[in-house]
Structures are given as C-alpha cells and as structure tokens.
C-alpha cells in the first residue's frame, strides 16, 4: 500500500527486525506526547527478542518515507476474550508528528482492521487517553465504541 502528499511518498509494509530502533524512536516520541517519557523501559534488544523469537508475541506495519525511514506504526497482538473470541490488540498506532496529515494513521489503522479479519479475529480494541481529542475524534470516523466502564490495571513483577 502506498500513501502520497505533496512532499512524500509512503509505503506500508510489514515490520522487520532491522526496524526496531526506528520502531523504538517512535514508542518514546508517543511517551512524550503523553508526558511520560520516562515510562519507557523496553529496549531493542527486548522488542527484537519478543517480535522476532521462537514465539513472536507483537507484530506491526511501518509507514515508511521514501528516503527509507520509518514515521508511523501500528504495532498489535492477539488477545483471547472468553465472551468474544479471538481479538487483536492494537497496542499504539503512532505517526511522527512532522508526517502527520498525510493520512498514514488512516493507513496503518485499515491495514490492521484487515489483519484482524485475515487473522480471522472477531474483533479490534485498544485504548485511547481521555484527553487526547485528535485521536478520539480520529477512532470516532470508524463507528468506534467507547467503554468508560473498565478501570485499566498494571502489576509490575
């Protein structure tokens, strides 16, 4: 797939190893932008371990500029709900912010809808932060559900 504006041209493909410390560039610009750079403990060597290892358990898309760097992502895996089945889960969907509004968030965002109906999965959910607005607005263009119901809970071990 391929996406254009007036100053680029993108390509989306499928992530590989060699992307990762790109890949890792855009995970901390996101922490950032949710004022939580520190937050980001994760390494390439970890992310090369669990995406490219005996039992991969993340995959992902890059959009890629034309001169060969990686601006966006959608990384995912899959989850099993014992009321729905089989689901992905899209982790972060990110664009770097100089790219944005060329439509690669569109972009990335179908292309995981269809790897979710490939993969034979019965649905997609993710999480989005209550304040950011352009994201909400972006999700809601799809017929998004937004369920203010469930408490997030993290247990570090």
């Not at 490219?52 to 001169?67: C, D, K, M």
């Not at 990384?75 to 912010?97: A, C, H, M, Q």
């Not at 690669?104 to 993710?126: P, Q, R, S």
């Amino acid at each position: 797939m391929t996406a254009s504006n007036t100053n680029n041209t993108y390509t989306l493909r499928k992530g590989r190893v060699e992307d990762l410390p790109q890949v890792l560039d855009l995970i901390k610009e996101l922490a950032l932008y949710e004022k939580a750079p520190h937050e980001v403990e994760n390494t390439v060597e970890q992310m090369r371990i669990d995406g490219f290892g005996e039992n991969p358990i993340f995959y992902f898309f890059v959009a890629e500029a034309a001169n060969g760097s990686i601006v966006g992502i959608s990384l995912y895996y899959f989850r099993y709900s014992t009321w729905k089945g089989r689901r992905l889960y899209l982790e972060d969907l990110i664009v770097t912010e100089s790219h944005r509004g060329a439509g690669l968030g569109k972009l990335l965002f179908e292309a995981t809808i269809e790897e979710a109906k490939a993969t034979h999965c019965n649905g997609m959910v993710w999480q989005v932060l209550d304040w950011n607005e352009p994201a909400i607005q972006f999700y809601q263009r799809y017929g998004t559900t937004f369920d203010n119901s469930w408490i997030n809970c993290s247990l570090k071990v």
